[in-house]
C-alpha cells in the first residue's frame, strides 16, 4: 500500500465528521465504455468495476459512512448481449463465494434487492448465503440492487399493501409514507443522502425512486472503474457544500 493509499484510509481532514453522508448510493455507470477505452473486452470492465465497488465499500467503513447501497443490474439490463448478462450472473456469484469471509471479518452486512427469483439458482444460494452470515453484523450495511427496477419496487409495495387492506389487517386511511416506506425493498435501511452517478449521464435510471427524492445528486464524468477514493473524496466534499433545505426556508 502506497503512502497516499494509506492516508487516505483515514478521513480526510478537509471532510466534517458530523456532516457526513449516512447513506450513500451509487450508480455505477461506464465499465463498458472504461474496457473499449482500453482496448479490452467489455466483461474486464465489469471485472474492474468490482474493484472498485469493494474499495468504495472498504472506504465508506475507514470514514465512517454507515450505509452504502450499489445498483448491479437493473431489469432492464436483460437486454444486454447474452455473453455478457452471463459472465455478469458469473461474476456476481464467484465474488460472493470468494469474498465472504472478509465481509465476516470487516463486519459488513450484505442485502440484496430486486426480483432475486429471475436470477440463477447458484446466484440465488449464494445471494441468501451471504445475507444469511452477515445478518448480525453491525460495521456497514451494504445493499445490493441486483434485478432492480424503481418502478416495479413501487408496484410491488402498492400489491402488497392493496392485499393487506382487502384482508382487513389495515384501513386505508392507516396509509401513510411511513407505511409505504416499510412495504420497499430497502425497508430496513433509511434513505440516501447522496446519490452519486459515475460517467456523467443525467438520470437516474429506475433507481431508488422513491427513496432519493431528498437525496443530494452528484454526476462525474469519472466512469466507474476509475472511480477511486480521491473522487469518492471530491464527491463528499461537494455534498458538503450544500445546503440541505427539505423544502424549508
Known amino acids: ?78 437486454g444486454r448481449p447474452l455473453e455478457e448478462v452471463d459472465f455478469l450472473m458469473t461474476l456476481f456469484e464467484r465474488v460472493l463465494r470468494q469474498e465472504l469471509r472478509e465481509m465476516m471479518e470487516e463486519d459488513v452486512q450484505i442485502h440484496f434487492v430486486g426480483n432475486l427469483n429471475a436470477l440463477p439458482r447458484s446466484l440465488q444460494t449464494e445471494i441468501n448465503r451471504s445475507m444469511e452470515e452477515t445478518y448480525d453484523n453491525k460495521g456497514i450495511q451494504f445493499t445490493v440492487a441486483t434485478n432492480y427496477g424503481g418502478r416495479q419496487e413501487i408496484v410491488d409495495a402498492c400489491r402488497a399493501i392493496a392485499t393487506q387492506v382487502q384482508q382487513g389487517v389495515i384501513q386505508p386511511d392507516q396509509i401513510d409514507e411511513s407505511l409505504f416506506a416499510r412495504h420497499l425493498y430497502t425497508s430496513r435501511v433509511c434513505d440516501p443522502d447522496l446519490l452519486i452517478r459515475t460517467s456523467g449521464e443525467m438520470r437516474i435510471s429506475n433507481f431508488l425512486l422513491w427513496q432519493v427524492a431528498y437525496a443530494e445528486l452528484y454526476i462525474t464524468d469519472t466512469l466507474w472503474p476509475d472511480f477511486d477514493r480521491t473522487e469518492f473524496h471530491r464527491a463528499l466534499c461537494a455534498y458538503q457544500q450544500r445546503d440541505r433545505r427539505f423544502g424549508r426556508v
Not at 484510509?9 to 465499465?31: F, T
Not at 468495476?49 to 469493494?54: E, I, M, R, S
Request: with cysteine.
Open 1 to 78: 500500500m502506497t503512502a497516499k493509499q494509506t492516508a487516505l484510509r483515514e478521513l480526510p481532514a478537509d471532510l466534517n465528521r458530523e456532516r457526513l453522508p449516512k447513506h450513500v448510493a451509487v450508480i455505477m455507470d461506464g465499465n463498458g465504455r472504461w474496457a473499449k477505452r482500453q482496448g479490452l473486452p467489455r466483461i474486464l470492465g465489469h471485472r474492474r468495476g468490482v474493484d472498485t465497488l469493494k474499495d468504495i465499500l472498504r472506504c465508506c467503513k475507514d470514514w465512517g459512512i454507515k450505509a452504502l447501497t450499489a445498483y448491479a443490474f437493473s431489469t432492464e439490463n436483460w
